[in-house]
């Protein structure tokens, strides 16, 4: 985790060192061992350092090669070291004496603009190319690190946050409508756009240069959901998990100061703790773990799971009350750090990395939707249907009704009859009526005026990615939610609310070996005897405990996230969507909005809570960025 920002002016205008420095300092929670900026006419580049690994204790950036006339500024990790030092020729120094930053710089003196798909990693950077008078920027694979940018005329900006763009004069400061909708919508279908207007996102797995007349943005990587993984035995596909896993996890655990990990007692974050704990023992060292333990719900508690992986001893453990973790216990501090109204609990995330920072831990771990890298591959059991494979379909269908304690009815009409005929009337429907309109969406309280508008309808149906070839439909869909834009959404929040408490995030589960090879395998490894993620389970055996390698039920978070709206959060709640609605009349019904606080206060559904919670979130950013509205 570190900070990067930098300037362009391509009509010899002078750099003010003045802007290059508001701008570092104010992302300077994301890096407090230093700061450095770097200036030659009118290009400047700035960073924000935050030691973690061994290496980065000596590491000085923006890095210059005066020789080639390249400067780098960069938030990195890069994972194949041992790879790319062979691959450049850089053997004859000590592997702990060279740089991730250096690896990168040298990759670039290589390999030009194609040395991105050549490194493994976490990273978002940029290098000024003094000889040929352009800024090539890259960002990861998986979308891990953020990088915002502006193009406006002959000037160009960039930072890891929207914050430190405001401090450029000319920076535009409108609201991007598109977003509000999206959001509104819950579609993360567009990895661009951001809440404001010329204020964009740098795809993941993308490359750009910046020129004076042009800027070329570009894929260097694309998931390939053709791409097939091939062994001859279960057995083989376990050990390749694990190892795959096993690395994923060790090369985030390379660090000068304590790792911790967050461990709810489920079967991806007990999977990443077990495995880390594991790693570490080769070393001797002891890994943290952060636990949050509902007090009140007990449809909520994980204990008895989070306790069995720490019975087997080796770690730090710490658990904390959710007492503080209501859904909007955090609400204006989160809306700072994230510029933006955020997804998928941010509350929770900020106090585990509270707590994680008051420990002296500047590397986090999280099993963040492991589940949907190894995948449920529920949709297996349709594709078995249409292939007219029906012994195997009732075989697996009786083994999910055995495990999972439902009636086999049941199972056949949620995973088989209702997607099979869901996906048919839509067909049909659409057609009688003559219109692209989403007819599978649930009702919203989005003005239709509003969603015409901005183009919502047409937007909701191109989003939802469609691999670029024919495979099976588990594989579809498999390949369908590791490319939705959710994901680079959710972790530039997260890395955000890391930064806040200088804190580096680290996902093993998303690390593109791993994400490629889950992808890969036949979707009987992932389904199969009524187990979903069976080749986690099997390759995990004798690290993970047995109660949590077989279980298949999960902790029920909704009713503590209701409970905490109720209990903690009621006055913020009923104050925005009572008293500051008005912020969101020209987007939402905000009488069917009071309707459905209405309701919530009754029935007290989930469903109700997470859409409540996402509107608090806009009403309160549109209230600090009063200066948007219209």
């Known amino acids: 985790m570190s900070g990067i920002a930098g300037i362009c002016y391509f009509d010899g205008r002078p750099l003010d060192r003045g802007i290059l420095d508001r701008m570092v300092q104010r992302i300077a929670h994301r890096g407090p061992d230093g700061t450095r900026v770097w200036s030659e006419g009118g290009v400047g580049l700035g960073h924000q350092m935050l030691h973690t690994t061994p290496e980065s204790l000596q590491e000085k950036l923006p890095l210059e090669d005066k020789s080639r006339g390249l400067v780098l500024t960069a938030d990195a990790r890069i994972d194949n070291r041992d790879e790319l030092v062979a691959a450049l020729g850089l053997t004859e120094y000590p592997l702990e004496m060279v740089s991730d930053s250096e690896l990168i710089l040298e990759a670039y003196k290589k390999w030009g603009e194609r040395c991105p798909e050549r490194l493994v990693g ?79 996102r740098l795809p993941p797995a993308h490359t750009m240069v910046v020129s004076r007349d042009k800027t070329i943005v570009k894929p260097y990587w694309a998931l390939d959901p053709s791409r097939e993984v091939r062994l001859r035995s279960d057995e083989e596909y376990a050990e390749a998990f694990r190892e795959l896993f096993a690395e994923a996890v060790r090369c985030r655990l390379r660090s000068a100061f304590p790792v911790g990990a967050d461990l709810s007692g489920g079967l991806d974050s007990s999977s990443v703790v077990c495995m880390a704990r594991k790693v570490l023992a080769e070393g001797n060292t002891r890994l943290h773990t952060f636990s949050s333990i509902p007090e009140h719900v007990a449809e909520s508690d994980e204990s008895a799971f989070v306790d069995e992986v720490l019975a087997q001893g080796g770690f730090e453990a710490h658990k904390l009350s959710d007492e503080r973790m209501s859904p909007l216990a955090y609400l204006e501090d989160i809306l700072w750090h994230a510029d933006q109204p955020p997804v998928l609990a941010p509350h929770f995330n900020w106090g585990m990395r509270e707590a994680t920072h008051r420990e002296g831990v500047r590397v986090a771990l999280t099993g963040i939707d492991g589940d949907t ?55 049909v429907w659409q057609s009688l009526r003559g219109t692209r309109q989403p007819i599978g969406l649930a009702p919203t309280v989005i003005r239709p005026e509003f969603a015409r508008e901005v183009g919502l309808p047409e937007r909701l149906l191109t989003q939802r ?166």
């Not at 193009?151 to 409508?177: D, H, Q, T, Y």
Request: proline residues 4%; aromatic residues 12%.
């Open 373 to 427: 890298v190894v995948d449920q591959s529920v949709g297996r059991l349709l594709e078995l249907a249409r292939g007219g494979r029906w012994i195997t379909l009732a075989r697996e269908v009786d083994a999910i009704a055995s495990v999972s304690g439902r009636p086999r009815r049941v199972v056949l009409r949620r995973h088989v009859v209702k997607p099979f005929f869901s996906e048919r009337t839509l067909r």
């Open 465 to 630: 990615p469609r691999p670029p070839e024919k495979v099976g439909l588990s594989r579809e869909n498999h390949w369908g939610n590791l490319v939705s834009g959710v994901w680079p959404y959710a972790f530039e929040t997260n890395n955000k609310i890391c930064a806040a408490f200088s804190v580096d995030d680290a996902h093993p589960f998303f690390d593109r070996r791993l994400v490629e090879f889950c992808l890969g395998v036949p979707s009987e490894q992932k389904l199969t005897q009524g187990y979903a993620r069976m080749i986690m389970r099997r390759g995990m055996a004798g690290i993970l405990p047995e109660k949590v390698r077989w279980r298949t039920s999960k902790g029920d978070y909704s009713h503590t996230f209701s409970f905490g709206l109720l209990t903690h959060d009621r006055k913020i709640l009923e104050e925005a969507i009572v008293r500051d609605s008005y912020l969101i009349d020209r987007y939402v019904d905000t009488d069917k909005l009071r309707r459905i606080y209405d309701r919530f206060l009754v029935e007290k559904s989930a469903f109700d809570a997470t859409f409540l919670v996402s509107a608090v979130y806009l009403i309160t950013w549109l209230r600090q960025e009063a200066d948007l509205v219209r």
């Open 122 to 200: 976490d990273f978002a950077f940029a290098i000024w190319d003094r000889r040929k008078r352009t800024l090539f920027c890259a960002r990861d694979h998986m979308g891990l690190k953020p990088f915002y940018y502006h193009r406006s005329g002959k000037s160009f900006a960039f930072a890891s946050e929207i914050k430190a763009l405001f401090c450029v004069p000319e920076m535009p400061r409108r609201l991007n409508e598109v977003m509000v909708a999206d959001y509104l919508a819950s579609s993360r279908g567009d990895k661009v756009i951001t809440f404001y207007e010329g204020i964009l």
